[in-house]
């Protein structure tokens, strides 16, 4: 017999031929900024969007500016960064691909040099926008990402060169403002010589009187001068790093707080910390302009009376997108991104909708248990998703779910909403989570605990995956105690979830909550 050769082996195991397909995004966005280059594609879809890649490299454009001109070694510099973000632009139609500059090259006398050659290099237009519009496109990203507010909020984003502050209520900002205050403009004029305590205080007392020009100028109403209790938002590296440092050595629990804020500014200036040195939580990269950053901020919060900021994980290529692909304003944008995912990991209809039934069945039965409405939208968004990590493994497919609910690109929520949904999606089965409770404070982990107590019980009372086997329900709540009573013909055609409902018990009674099922055998049974 005729022994096959290598030519056999490779005629018979040609693979098939796969039509090539185009790129999973459609939009481009490039902010030419003073300290870095940022791009960040993007892919419509629902009444959001997609963030599919984001680059970004430190350029340090507004570090080359010299006699109010931009170095040829600087330009050189974001000329050569462009040409390798141009690679991840090839598949685009040049209107799809949004590129602008901020406060570097509003400033640059040689500005125009610059942006011809990096306008012939993209083959797109580059458009420096104004300090305001720059302002107006941080603060629709960060509405579009929360979602709409019944108050006025704040946001403020601190960049290379300059502060912009917005305030509004909707998707678009009411007032804007602009200050010549930046994290590395600031490390240029106010830390070079002397100490660094020093340096940060003469930092902080320049934001401040720079803030309070613009005030007394009028740049904002009288009533909106102090945002004691009221939303405040924050963009941009530099709040991230300031929001890492607080929480890496417990300063802060979460979000960036005026006693966290101090705190950390004590480290600085009475403890005299060596930022050089390392410091817990702060990248390696953002060493040199972190205590001007963090002056800025101070000043920021001492002038607005300012308590609390969440940190949105946007900028201004969101706001970018959102002018050209958001259609329509929506009232809640939660209900969309909730509704995407789902579909993005093929979740069961069916099951989630039974789920979310019995769950806020429940939640109607325990109000005394909460203090917060929204919780119960909480709740049902996580029914809704309780089966979201199946699509990668049915093993620990609770944990898989939780992890993508909390890295997902949802828009409408914060990042702790997405932390709170990932936590009751995680402790929906098995073990409960006891441990993740503690990343919230008291009050708020004990809301959690019982919401996830109920979403435990919701899930085991519709095993059978059938409706005709939901069961009438009688709830009520007291103290730590949930009561429930689904009938015992009920339990004793359900033996699954009757089983499952004794061993519910310790875990619920491990975690302070004592649930008693009424008719349910003995476990030993």
Not at 198 to 210: D, F, L, V
Not at 300 to 307: A, G, H, M, P, Y
Request: glycine residues 8%; aromatic residues 6%; charged residues 20%.
């Amino acid at each position: 017999m005729m022994q096959p050769t290598l030519r056999h082996y490779v005629i018979s195991s040609r693979p098939h031929q796969i039509p090539a397909a185009g790129p999973p995004y459609s939009w481009a966005a490039l902010d030419l900024g003073s300290n870095s280059f940022h791009l960040l594609l993007a892919q419509p879809a629902g009444a959001s969007f997609i963030v599919r890649e984001r680059l970004k490299e430190k350029v340090q454009l507004l570090a080359g500016l010299q006699d109010g001109h931009i170095t040829a070694v600087a330009q050189a510099r974001g000329l050569a960064c462009l040409a390798r973000f141009a690679q991840r632009l090839q598949p685009l139609a040049a209107e799809r691909i949004l590129v602008t500059g901020t406060f570097a090259l509003r400033h640059a006398h040689n500005a125009a040099e610059f942006t011809q050659a990096a306008q012939d290099l993209l083959g797109v237009p580059v458009k420096v926008i104004s300090g305001d519009h720059e302002a107006q496109l941080i603060y629709t990203a960060v509405a579009h990402q929360v979602g709409q507010g019944v108050e006025p909020r704040l946001v403020i984003d601190i960049g290379g060169g300059s502060t912009e502050l917005a305030i509004g209520l909707g998707q678009a900002a009411d007032h804007t403002m602009s200050i010549n205050v930046g994290c590395v403009a600031f490390k240029d004029q106010h830390f070079g010589a002397g100490t660094a305590a020093e340096g940060y205080i003469s930092a902080k007392a320049a934001a401040c009187e720079a803030l309070r020009h613009h005030m007394q100028a009028g740049a904002l109403p009288a009533d909106l001068a102090v945002w004691r209790s009221r939303p405040v938002y924050g963009t941009s590296g530099t709040l991230e790093s300031i929001q890492t440092v607080l929480n890496a050595n417990g300063w802060s629990r979460g979000n960036i707080t005026a006693e966290g804020l101090a705190r950390l500014e004590s480290a600085l200036v009475d403890e005299h910390w060596v930022i050089d040195a390392g410091l817990p939580g702060l990248a390696p990269d953002r060493t040199d302009i972190f205590p001007a950053g963090v002056a800025i901020l101070s000043a920021c919060f001492e002038v607005l009376n300012v308590e609390q900021c969440v940190y949105v994980d946007v900028s201004l290529l969101q706001g970018m997108i959102c002018e050209q692909v958001v259609t329509a304003v929506e009232a809640d944008l939660r209900e969309d991104s909730i509704a995407q995912l789902a579909v993005r990991f093929n979740t069961e209809p069916a099951q989630a909708a039974r789920v979310s039934r019995s769950a806020l069945a429940l939640f109607d039965a325990a109000q005394a248990w909460f203090d917060d409405p929204d919780h119960r939208n909480l709740l049902r968004w996580a029914a809704q998703l309780h089966g979201l990590g199946v699509h990668i493994s049915a093993k620990h497919y609770h944990r898989h779910g939780a992890y993508i609910a909390k890295h997902a690109e949802l828009p409408g929520f914060t990042d702790e909403q997405q932390s709170m949904l990932a936590l009751l999606i995680r402790g929906h089965r098995r073990s409960m989570p006891g441990l993740a409770f503690r990343a919230f404070d008291p009050e708020l982990a004990q809301q959690m605990l019982r919401l996830v107590a109920l979403l435990r019980v919701a899930v085991i009372l519709e095993r059978s995956h059938n409706d005709a086997d939901s069961p009438q329900v009688n709830a009520r709540v007291a103290d730590q105690t949930l009561e429930l009573d689904c009938g015992q013909d009920w339990l004793q055609t359900h033996p699954l979830s009757s089983r499952e409902l004794q061993v519910e018990i310790e875990q619920q009674r491990g975690a302070g909550i004592e649930l008693v099922v009424a008719g349910l055998p003995d476990a030993g049974a």
